[in-house]
């Protein structure tokens, strides 16, 4: 046998695309050659893998060994075909019985001394093996978990080369760990840290039932960020699916060891207002990764003091925000990743931060402020349905010794949703943040005292056509967690109360 052939797979973006690996090996001077537009990591397999081989007791064919990855108009990358490669050329230089590497896929990365290290995308990629019809598969052993997600899948972890050839050639397998199973949250962060703030929980409760975006406007140091990251723990836990989901962008990003595997928590990932576009939406050298919005999906995007945000940096939320996705186009390739998140937009009150804080002196004109907050452009806060006033709790609110933890907020959230997707049957969409315009005028609309109050502000032009809309949004939201079938004037003056007003709005 001189020539073998085996399965891989190439990723781009979450998708996964089948690569056959062929390796010839015939009479000829000693040479290595890789065809099929391997980017350098690829290139530099041939090292890797040769020393490898020796390194695990085999011999390296010193012959003309070619390597073509098929089809050749692709363009591939990663260190994850190094293990395939690696056992196509023992196959085809008659040191393993290819037979034997019939119907398992392998994928990870060769050390110098022949020990497989962990790749990034383990479960997209066995996600694609497994739609071609893969149902065992070896993998890195520092991959072992985030493969055994797929329940369906055979799993064999190996450490090195040799144990993989001891595996094939004596069909003897060595011993697993068991699975993790997933946790409802791995994170000791809890609403109930965070005292007083009775309103502000209440304006989180809402944009989490409702899934609405949130602008929160308070002084430095009054408690947004500490709401913010306690945010996720008041969503419904992921499921299985989702959360594999979720490990799957995670794990392309590389970013998986900073989020439990299993987590059932939604992401929460908190860029700093100097984030880069491609930190923020996708991109990099070499492979397409996800950014921020796309590692958030399924949970929380908090983006602190946004109006200090770079121009432009904002904006780039618009078509995430709109479509629940991201494409990122990059000479030759093109990848797309979902990103359906809640943005959490965080403000200070005025450049100086001190405006309207306790005692405290603002020096900022009326036209510095109006600047300020005209940074977070018109177009990304038509999609912030609720803008809160966030304030530091008083001293008897910090006193008060009860408050409500991240369960009973969540346990709130989750029967306000339940009920929200039952009116929504019929319709594409779950949440009242994606009622449309239309919608809202016609089938969703509110009772007749609340609409009454809403055509009074309209035409005292104390509150526009949009405000109007957001509104009606936030008192469907309002009434799900009060159990009322549809919002009245209650729930309209109760979401209009926890407006702010900003210039020009
Ligand atoms: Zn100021």
């Known amino acids: 046998m001189s020539l073998a052939r085996v399965l891989a797979i190439n990723l781009i973006g979450l998708k996964g695309e089948a690569i056959d690996i062929e390796v010839d090996v015939s009479n000829g001077l000693p040479s290595y050659s890789l065809l099929g537009l391997p980017d350098a990591t690829l290139n530099e397999s041939r090292e890797r893998i040769r020393a490898a081989i020796l390194n695990s007791a085999k011999n390296w064919p010193n012959r003309k060994v070619t390597v073509s990855l098929a ?27 290819l037979k034997k590497l019939e119907g398992i896929f392998f994928l990870g990365e060769l050390a110098l001394d022949g020990s497989l290290k962990p790749i990034r995308g383990v479960l997209p990629t066995l996600i694609a093996a497994r739609s071609l019809g893969m149902a065992r598969v070896v993998v890195p052993s520092e991959n072992f978990q985030e493969a055994g997600l797929l329940r369906d899948l055979e799993v064999m972890a190996f450490s090195n080369l040799g144990e993989v050839l001891h595996y094939l050639e004596s069909g003897l397998r060595i011993e697993n760990p068991p699975l993790i199973e997933i946790v409802d949250s791995a994170t000791s962060l809890d609403m109930a840290d965070v005292s007083g703030h009775v ?84 991109g990099g050298s070499g492979s397409i990764r996800p950014g921020a919005c ?76 109006r600047r300020y907050l005209s940074k977070i452009s018109g177009p990304l806060l038509d999609r912030v349905d609720l803008r809160i006033k966030v304030e530091s709790p008083t001293r008897s609110e910090l006193t008060q010794g009860i408050t409500i933890t991240s369960v009973q907020m969540r346990e709130r959230v989750i029967q306000a949703r339940l009920i929200a ?60 967690l009060g159990g009322i079938a549809t919002p009245g004037k209650e729930e309209i003056e109760r979401a209009l109360e926890l407006r702010v007003g900003i210039k020009g709005e």
Do not use: Y
Request: charged share 20%; glycine share 6%.
């Open 71 to 97: 089809p050749a108009w692709l363009p591939k990358s990663g260190s994850a075909f190094d293990l395939p490669i690696a056992l196509a050329i023992l196959a085809a230089s008659a040191q393993i019985d």
């Open 421 to 480: 997707e039952t009116r929504f049957a019929e319709h594409d969409f779950k949440l009242n943040s994606e009622i449309s315009p239309n919608l809202l005028r016609e089938k969703f609309r509110p009772r007749k005292d609340g609409l009454a109050l809403l055509h009074k502000l309209l035409d005292s032009e104390s509150i526009t056509a949009r405000g109007f809309h957001r509104t009606i949004r936030v008192a469907w939201s309002i009434a799900d």
């Open 199 to 282: 309103e502000s929980k209440f304006a989180l409760e809402i944009a989490a039932a409702g899934g609405h975006n949130v602008l929160m406007i308070g002084a430095p140091g009054s408690g947004k960020t500490m709401l913010a990251e306690r945010f996720p723990t008041i969503l419904p836990p992921l499921d299985e699916s989702e959360a594999i989901e979720v490990a799957g962008i995670h794990s392309i990003a590389g970013t998986l060891n900073q989020r439990n595997i299993l987590s059932a928590l939604p992401p929460f990932l908190a860029p700093h207002h100097a984030t880069t576009i491609p930190a923020l939406i996708g």
């Open 294 to 369: 796309s590692l958030a999906h399924r949970g929380v995007l908090f983006i602190d003091e946004a109006p200090e945000c770079a121009s432009g940096i904002l904006d780039a939320l618009r078509q995430p925000i709109e479509s629940g996705k991201i494409t990122i186009t990059r000479s030759a390739q093109t990848a797309t990743f979902p990103a359906r998140f809640i943005l959490l937009l965080a403000a200070n009150p005025c450049p100086c931060g001190k405006f309207a804080g306790r005692g405290r002196a603002c020096e900022c004109s009326s036209l510095q402020i």
